[in-house]
């Protein structure tokens, strides 16, 4: 195994080790909030779902990936295959879209209440989340049903034309037309959702700045508590994050769809840019989230407590 493969090898393994660790950490945090809160306010349950969509394309594409670039290449069958990439393109429109559905929450959130039209939807935020997900999950269940089509185990001869070769698995798209089609929805899609992130991140940070300069006036007009001010700059965070590493994965993807055939270290770069997004989302959640950083360090301390406790008992 020469160099460039363990330090492919590592890379991935570490990306994929913390981001699991940081979007099971996140998960594990909101199960106790859903357990002791009432009612989850809508901005969580919105993160909760990115963090479970997160953890499912790690496990999906880094998982296999590393043990691929390891040299345990006979991993999956043709209905394995399909059904792992299925998993990991759900997955992967799940994180944008909900992206886009948490930017767009918060930004009616800390909205201003000038009208009825206004005041009626932000009561009505909890209900419309339910609706929303089953919404986002029906699209990217028919955007992604092109793997259960053409995803396929490696074969023995050459990769054939109009191919992802993933390593651990190929996408045989068989004709330009379905290589290029697919290519375009996905795009669509992705582009679609990065709009509503940049617009709602940009009417965030409006109000952010008028915030700065008129926090008194801004209470008295209720455009939102300090609370729902950090979560919105929370959000801000996530939206700039996931649109970094969204226009490496697109110029990689772009230069694509010009080829016939694809390196394989063109499509482990994407795959790399495309998940640290889902690696470092947790731990940015974790960081400026209070509500998940108040059950992680009671978490810790009462770890702590048990093992003070159980210390006299084994002398």
């Known amino acids: 195994m020469d160099l460039c493969t363990i330090i492919k090898g590592v890379s991935f393994l570490l990306q994929t080790g ?15 909030v ?10 969580d349950r919105i993160l909760a779902h990115l963090a479970f969509s997160n953890l499912l394309q790690l496990l999906t594409r880094g998982v296999p990936q590393t043990m691929f670039i390891f040299g345990l290449h006979k991993l999956l069958d043709d209905w394995g295959c399909k059904v792992v990439i299925y998993a990991y393109r759900l997955s992967r429109g799940l994180s944008v879209c909900i992206t886009g559905m948490l930017s ?14 206004i005041t009626k939807l932000k009561s009505h935020l909890s209900q419309l989340v339910v609706p929303i997900f089953v919404g ?45 089609s697919n290519g375009t929805i996905q795009t669509t899609r992705d582009f679609a959702f990065v709009a509503i992130m940049l617009l709602s991140s940009g009417y965030i ?13 801004i ?3 209720q455009q939102g508590t300090p609370m729902e001010i950090r979560a919105a700059k929370s959000v801000v965070m996530l939206v700039v994050l996931y649109t970094m590493f969204f226009g490496i994965d697109n110029a990689i ?18 795959v790399f840019f495309t998940s640290c997004y889902a690696m470092l989302s947790p731990f940015l959640m974790i960081s400026t989230n209070k509500k998940i950083k108040e059950r992680m360090v009671c978490a810790a301390r009462e770890q702590s407590s ?10």
């Not at 034309?161 to 045989?172: Q, S």
């Not at 772009?254 to 770069?269: E, F, I, K």
């Open 219 to 221: 209470r008295r007009a």
């Open 306 to 315: 048990e093992e003070s406790t159980e210390k006299p008992n084994t002398k």
């Open 253 to 270: 993807w772009l230069y694509m769809l010009t080829v016939a055939q694809v390196p394989g270290m063109v499509a482990d770069l994407r």
């Open 34 to 43: 859903a357990f002791v809160e009432a009612c989850m306010q809508p901005v």
């Open 136 to 180: 986002l999950w029906v699209l990217n269940l028919m955007t992604s049903v092109t793997s259960l089509m053409f995803a396929t185990a490696p074969q023995n001869s050459s990769v054939a034309a109009f191919t992802l070769n993933l390593g651990f698995c190929h996408v045989n798209f068989g004709d330009n037309l379905s290589y290029v």
């Open 18 to 32: 913390l981001g699991v660790l940081g979007n099971t950490a996140v998960l594990m945090a909101y199960v106790h």
């Open 104 to 117: 767009f929450f918060q930004a009616l959130t800390i909205a201003p209440s000038a009208g009825p039209h």
């Open 205 to 217: 940070l409006i109000l952010l700045q008028k915030h700065h300069k008129q926090v008194r006036s």
